[in-house]
């Protein structure tokens, strides 16, 4: 699992679009082909992102200060200049309220600065779709600046760029392995899904190179030793282009050949598991089997499930959805995201986790 994971890191940063994308998707595609001559490729387009990597965003009075920041994928673009102004909350994947302030100009708003109040700058996306004004997000000391700022009386000013381009028909790959259960039952199967490519902004170790390599593990072990269940094993792409991939794959399918989905996303650092999943009698059927093992030790369930990954579009159409994550929130969507040794332990309790779910979930699972 160890030489997947590194050589998926070693890729880079797998924005969609992007050559070590690109690489990343013919190692996967290529390791499959190897385990089965079953390996597809499921190609699609949609309407997505490319950052141009310049965008900056600078306090301009009552002093000068050059903040470190990160864009929204789905900002808008170009360049803007005027005053600060409170502006309540983004809520980012309906999970995280972040304080919002909006950058006025003659009576107009011209750009947004958005931030969480619990760690540095990240990227993250704008899931309603990309908006028409730059939008960036700050690190909690900046919030914290911006919000003592507008408490006073005089004026504040920013300006900035922002390098966020629309695009539409870009390419996207899912790539996936259908696994036959060694018995002869009904035709339904469960689906395995974690997606490959990373926000522009990091090599995405723990998000999401290293549930890929789980799910290639589980790939290999079912390869030679056949499921209880048929799977398929899905490898999501343009995760981070508001769940371009999963939501493809979803819209093919008919709800009722599928029992249930298992959706890895984020295996970091730490000792805390989070299963986001629904609908509650699912939920209920995964805490009995989780709950009677003694790890992880920390178990924290989230219901209904938060939108925020690519189980979202199976869950909207009444399927059974879970979604695994040691969920790292210190260094997502950062070039910090790097190979350390600790995720690793985090990823092999992950394969087992899956393995044991499959084999102790019921083989039938009621829709909802
Ligand atoms: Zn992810």
């Given at each position: ?79 803007f200049e005027g005053e600060i ?18 950058v006025i100009d003659?009576?107009?708003?011209v750009a ?45 000013y920013v ?210």
């Amino acid at each position: 699992m160890i030489k997947f994971w590194k050589q998926l890191i070693d890729c880079g940063n797998k924005a969609v679009g992007s050559d070590a994308h690109q690489q990343a998707e013919e190692l996967i595609f290529a390791s499959l082909k190897q385990l089965s001559p079953a390996a597809e490729k499921m190609e699609f387009t949609f309407d997505g992102w490319e950052t141009s990597g310049n965008s900056f965003l600078q306090l301009s009075s009552p002093f000068y200060k050059n903040f470190d920041c990160w864009i929204f994928l789905g900002s808008g673009s170009g360049s803007f200049e005027g005053e600060i102004h409170p502006m309540g909350y983004t809520h980012v994947w309906n999970m995280y309220p972040w304080k919002r302030f909006a950058v006025i100009d003659k009576g107009k708003i011209v750009a947004y600065i958005s931030g969480r109040n619990d760690g540095d700058t990240l990227s993250q996306t704008l899931i309603e779709g990309n908006s028409l004004f730059p939008h960036f997000i700050l690190g909690k000391n900046d919030i914290a600046l911006l919000e003592g700022l507008t408490q006073g009386e005089g004026k504040i000013y920013v300006k900035g760029f922002a390098g966020c381009r629309h695009v539409s028909n870009m390419r996207g790959c899912n790539l996936i392995l259908p696994i036959k259960s060694g018995k002869e039952k009904h035709p339904g199967k469960v689906v395995l899904t974690a997606h490959y490519d990373t926000m522009y902004n990091t090599p995405g170790a723990y998000d999401n190179a290293a549930g890929a390599a789980v799910l290639m593990q589980l790939a290999k072990i079912f390869s030679e030793k056949q499921p209880s269940c048929n799977l398929e094993l899905v490898f999501t792409d343009a995760e981070e282009h508001g769940l371009a991939g999963s939501r493809y794959y979803a819209n093919q399918i008919s709800p009722e050949t599928i029992e249930y989905v298992i959706n890895i996303d984020g295996v970091g650092r730490g000792d805390e598991l989070e299963i986001w999943s629904g609908n509650e009698s699912f939920e209920q059927s995964v805490f009995k089997i989780l709950n009677s093992l003694n790890y992880p030790k920390k178990q924290c369930y989230h219901n209904p499930p938060p939108p925020g990954s690519d189980h979202d579009p199976f869950y909207r159409r009444g399927i059974p959805s879970c979604m695994l994550t040691f969920n790292d929130q210190g260094i997502l969507h950062t070039p910090f995201d790097i190979y350390e040794e600790s995720k690793l332990s985090n990823m092999h309790v992950m394969c087992q986790l899956v393995q044991t779910l499959l084999d102790q979930l019921p083989e039938q699972v009621k829709h909802f």
